[in-house]
């Protein structure tokens, strides 16, 4: 049974956990992690979800992405999913998320790197990904046209492309 730790509209933690599925309160929030991972050619690593997950089955999706875990910090959670997801090691607890988005539920941390992998060193989760591939924006946004690609907004896959090498929403 996965738990999470509980956090206020203000992401300070309530010092209360649940355990996934259980319902929160109004004022109860929870931490989201994503990695993308963009290779020298300014492709994104993406992945496809199993047939038999619960919320998009089958579609295309980013390079990973997953609930933090009771007393992970956002950085633990997003090494953690990436190992687990598709056998990466990457040590983030240097770096900052590039973005967090607020949901109705919680708070999702955006973390960019560039990182060059073979992708037959990749590890699989068989019980979460069924392939992963490299894409261009323009084809992120062609599956999402044709509703193979969890249906994010296009401004957000663009901004993903766009900031990828930097922190903050001024060019320079």
Not at 28 to 53: A, D, Y
Not at 112 to 117: A, Q, S
């Given at each position: 049974?996965?738990?999470?730790?509980l956090?206020?509209?203000?992401?300070?933690?309530?010092?209360?956990?649940?355990?996934?599925?259980?319902?929160m309160?109004?004022d109860?929030f929870?931490?989201v992690?994503?990695?993308?991972?963009f290779?020298?050619n300014?492709?994104?690593?993406i992945?496809?979800?199993?047939?038999?997950?619960?919320?998009?089955?089958n579609?295309?999706?980013?390079?990973c992405g997953?609930?933090?875990v009771?007393?992970?910090?956002?950085?633990q959670a997003?090494?953690r999913?990436?190992?687990e997801?598709?056998?990466i090691?990457y040590?983030f607890?240097?770096?900052?998320?590039?973005f967090?988005?607020?949901?109705?539920r919680?708070?999702?941390?955006?973390?960019?790197i560039?990182y060059d992998i073979?992708?037959?060193?990749?590890t699989?989760?068989?019980d979460?990904v069924?392939?992963?591939?490299?894409?261009s924006?323009?084809e992120i946004?062609?599956?999402i046209e044709?509703?193979?690609?969890?249906?994010y907004?296009?401004?957000?896959?663009?901004?993903?492309?766009?900031?990828?090498?930097?922190?903050?929403?001024?060019r320079?």
């Amino acid at each position: 049974m996965e738990k999470w730790d509980l956090y206020d509209k203000h992401r300070n933690k309530k010092g209360k956990q649940i355990t996934r599925g259980d319902d929160m309160t109004s004022d109860e929030f929870h931490l989201v992690i994503h990695v993308c991972i963009f290779n020298s050619n300014g492709e994104m690593l993406i992945q496809q979800r199993q047939s038999f997950k619960q919320g998009w089955p089958n579609l295309w999706d980013i390079t990973c992405g997953g609930s933090a875990v009771a007393g992970d910090t956002s950085q633990q959670a997003a090494s953690r999913e990436l190992f687990e997801e598709l056998g990466i090691r990457y040590n983030f607890e240097e770096i900052r998320p590039q973005f967090t988005i607020n949901f109705s539920r919680g708070f999702d941390d955006f973390y960019l790197i560039e990182y060059d992998i073979d992708l037959n060193e990749l590890t699989l989760q068989t019980d979460e990904v069924q392939a992963v591939r490299w894409a261009s924006k323009e084809e992120i946004l062609e599956l999402i046209e044709l509703k193979k690609f969890i249906p994010y907004y296009e401004s957000i896959i663009s901004f993903l492309f766009e900031s990828r090498r930097h922190y903050g929403s001024i060019r320079f």
